[in-house]
């Protein structure tokens, strides 16, 4: 059973007002657009988002599986780095040296079961088909957008280094890989005019490709949306970008998992005839 509108109010105003606990203390440049969407619409909210990190965590000697809460930071970074700064980074080991590469991630709360379900669909649709979602017993709905690309492997052994700077170089460049395709995965390269309130953004114009299906598929359930952000948007061209992903969306429904992989790389054109 969904929770007022009321009380979701109530839940959103407190996490947007609270101060930003990330270490980076911001939203990601590359996903503020994203967020300040989802923000804006009242039955929505984000609770985290990172574009993405090249992580070297120390975690304590014999401590196991490495875990954030009890490890030392010794280098993070959200754009492709160099070896030289991981070998210089790992001088300072101490215990268990991982190196690790986070992908793109989004957490948003959602009012409805049907409205995750929606960001769900776009998420996939998108590309990032590791999301899920959760429902806690105080009926929180939490949506969880997730990629399947990382990397984490073991440096060090108790402050001693396990592996040559030659690997290091090897796995430096086996993370800014997946960084770049990380990037991709968000940007696709697709170029159209900022929206509304997002035009005075100091976001690129190149928009995330999640972006554009999320903004459809909202404009699809509710007209009023897109006209809101963009007057000069006309009632026909809003019908049209909302049929356009009912259509879509109905179709990939009926497919198989084996389908919608085959048809993966045809999704952006689908994608660029909401803005044709």
Same mark, same amino acid.
């Given at each position: =059973? &969904?929770?007022? =509108?009321?009380?979701?109010?109530? !839940? %959103? ?7 930003? @606990? ?17 923000? +804006? ?11 993405? #990190?090249?992580?070297? =965590? ?9 875990? %954030?809460?009890?490890?030392? !930071?010794?280098?993070? +970074?959200?754009?492709?780095?160099? +070896? ?8 300072? +080991? ?14 948003? @709360?959602?009012? #409805? ?19 899920? /979602?959760?429902?806690? #017993? ?55 005019? /900022? ?36 007057? &000069? ?8 970008? &909302? ?34």
């Amino acid at each position: =059973m &969904a929770v007022s =509108m009321e009380t979701f109010a109530q !839940w %959103k105003n407190t996490t947007l007002e609270k101060l930003d @606990q990330s270490r980076k203390g911001s939203v990601d440049e590359r996903a503020r657009h994203v967020v300040c969407l989802l923000n +804006s619409q009242e039955r929505f909210f984000t609770t985290s988002s990172c574009s993405g #990190r090249i992580v070297l =965590m120390d975690g304590p000697p014999e401590g196991g599986v490495v875990q %954030k809460k009890d490890c030392r !930071w010794l280098f993070i +970074s959200h754009d492709p780095c160099r +070896s030289e700064d991981l070998v210089s980074a790992l001088s300072r +080991s101490s215990g268990e040296a991982v190196l690790k590469f986070e992908a793109f991630v989004l957490h948003v @709360q959602c009012h #409805r079961l049907e409205d995750a379900q929606l960001l769900h669909s776009v998420a996939v649709n998108s590309g990032f088909r590791n999301s899920g /979602l959760t429902v806690s #017993r105080s009926g929180k709905i939490i949506m969880a957008v997730r990629s399947t690309h990382g990397l984490e492997v073991p440096l060090s052994h108790g402050g001693k280094l396990l592996v040559g700077a030659e690997y290091v170089h090897f796995l430096t460049q086996k993370a800014n890989q997946k960084m770049e395709e990380n990037f991709r995965r968000i940007h696709r390269s697709v170029r159209c005019p /900022l929206p509304g309130r997002l035009k005075n953004s100091t976001a690129s114009e190149t928009l995330l490709r999640f972006f554009q299906i999320l903004q459809a598929a909202l404009t699809a359930e509710s007209p009023d949306l897109q006209r809101a952000e963009d007057p &000069a948007v006309t009632p026909g061209e809003q019908e049209n970008q &909302a049929a356009v992903y009912r259509r879509r969306r109905k179709r990939q429904q009926s497919q198989t998992h084996a389908e919608r992989d085959e048809e993966d790389s045809c999704s952006l054109d689908d994608c660029l005839d909401l803005f044709s």
